[in-house]
């Protein structure tokens, strides 16, 4: 028997700043046909409260540190603020939305970061998934919608990376569903020419991928989130998709549809 | 067939705002037996927030007016930090815990407080609880913890009273459960002498009741909740404590048990 349909869709806080964008991509995500999930980043918001509660943001080689203030202000504003407004937002175009941290049902259990030069302070990576209980709340037609904060089943909770849980939960949930993971950021898709809004790479398998890194046209910021992508295509997710918000258009075309 | 039994319990800003009394009621509810579900209102963090934010907390008559610069806070700190910390701390505490606003799985709906002689802002009063859902997830051996942010189904979040949460989420189960609410408050149960901490009246009958109101024995803050209690006993729910958090507690007798 085949497996039904999952999307796992990731937004960033480039929607999430932008309240007439965050609202037209939850009309195209509401829209979506078949289970769904969604996971939101933070956006700016959280930067604007802590600056407004003298919490001063911590920094090392440009990479932030979370220290106690700024978790409870990032447990305020994502897992409190955004994901609340989200959830209540999805329920008014009639999805049955219900916000998660991974504290909430141990949906997704974490650890704090280990091996790292520097002490990134509460910054969690994923240990486990509770694929089982997401499956349950899915076939009551629950639409779960995740803050990228979870916990360590000790009491603490973690803020991890937002990507790194949409990748998490798509693998977890393969073992019920055939997952399509996909990716909303500032671009359209993977770009031949980064100087080049439109020069979208439309299929990229691992091959071509694997040349391309050779030919140095993927490069940076790109390259670990392509890894990450190959690394859940190989765990069992069927697709995934990179592109702008756009891309849950039913007629569009224009993102980079990753296959292994 | 007899109802399996279902303990709701409501706890105030009196346990939130005290570490230590927080942690120990929660090792006390953790070890609850049956089936529960968990209210909490607010505490102080709000107020202290609202005015590292510069937020002026506006009052009429001593009434909160809920903005909407308040209605953020509320879900920043209640839905956010308080409502995710009691849900990890739980989790340590082997309770599958699972925080929730009423507009999670659209779990309480409500609607802007009409009537009123006075706007009162954010302020929603329940329409409806979802109490199917409430099943699944209690029949999965989720525990459900309620913050006190309701949405009306439209998009829009409210602040809501958590006493009144509690009661109609005891009401709406009491279709599916053998339903046991208890408030959990600053004072050992109801009192015969409100000089006198430890009069408290063991058991509280709707004759009695109404005895002691006529008697004035029973007054001014209390009475809106006795009448909310003797509500929720007509409509379902089999029976009421009122005492301190120490109520949960195997070995307590000491609180107030309201039965119809």
């Not at 897992?79 to 049955?96: E, H, P, S, V, W």
């Amino acid at each position: 028997m085949s497996k039904p349909q999952l999307s796992v869709v990731k937004i960033g806080g480039n929607v999430i700043d932008n309240e007439s964008a965050l609202q037209a991509f939850l009309v195209d995500f509401a829209a979506l046909e078949g289970f769904k999930i969604l996971v939101h980043g933070g956006g700016k918001i959280a930067t604007k409260i802590a600056e407004s509660l003298d919490i001063t943001a911590i920094f090392h080689e440009g990479r932030r540190i979370t220290d106690r203030p700024m978790l409870d202000v990032a447990v305020m504003t994502y897992a409190g603020l955004i994901n609340k407004d989200i959830t209540a937002k999805l329920q008014a175009l009639q999805n049955n939305a219900m916000g998660f941290t991974g504290a909430d049902g141990n949906l997704i259990l974490s650890e704090k970061r280990k091996n790292a030069a520097v002490d990134f302070g509460f910054v969690g990576d994923v240990v486990a998934v509770n694929a089982d209980l997401i499956q349950v709340l899915l076939l009551q037609n629950v639409v779960p919608v995740f803050s990228a904060i979870t916990h360590d089943g000790k009491g603490q909770l973690f803020n991890t990376n937002a990507d790194t849980i949409a990748s998490t939960i798509a693998v977890a949930c393969s073992n019920y569903f055939n997952v399509n993971l996909l990716y909303c950021f500032e671009k359209k898709g993977v770009l031949m020419d980064s100087e080049n809004e439109e020069s979208v790479i439309k299929n990229l398998t691992f091959e071509a991928y694997r040349e391309l890194c050779e030919q140095k046209v993927i490069h940076s910021g790109m390259l670990p989130k392509l890894e990450n992508c190959f690394d859940a295509l190989h765990k069992g997710v069927s697709q995934i998709g990179i592109g702008s918000p756009e891309m849950l258009k039913k007629d569009n075309s224009i993102f980079t549809l990753v296959t292994a």
